[in-house]
């Protein structure tokens, strides 16, 4: 008789290392991105030196059809070459009606190093707050 499989173990944090400080975040840079227990796709990502905190969600973990065009420039800031697919995630914000997310300035993050930046899309047809699984689009 063998034993059952053991469950695959939690995915730990990563360092997060933005190449310039994301709007608002002024003069923070160094970051630990850590899984939420129970909220597959969903993270915390945790300033190193202050008491600041964003919630982010993995873009490809949902249904919501997001794929942005990241600019040849970004994948250069980042450290990204030919062939490597950065990880694109997007800010979470909890509200009584629900979360909203912002397609139009996303995080795009190199998976090996943790080089990340925060892109303000030119494309208008992402909303800058939409209801997750909410269809609609908001306040473009």
Known sequence: MTAPAAPAPAESG???EFASPMPGLNPYTAFRLDPVDGAAGLYALRALDADVRLFLLDAGSGAFGYAPEIPAAVRVEIG??????????VVANPADDGVYINLRAPIVMHRETGRAVQVILE??????RALLG???RQDA
């Open 123 to 128: 494309d208008q047809a992402y909303p800058i």
């Open 14 to 16: 990563v360092s997060v």
């Open 134 to 136: 909410g269809g609609d």
């Open 80 to 89: 990204a070459v030919d062939g490597d697919e950065p990880r694109v995630l």
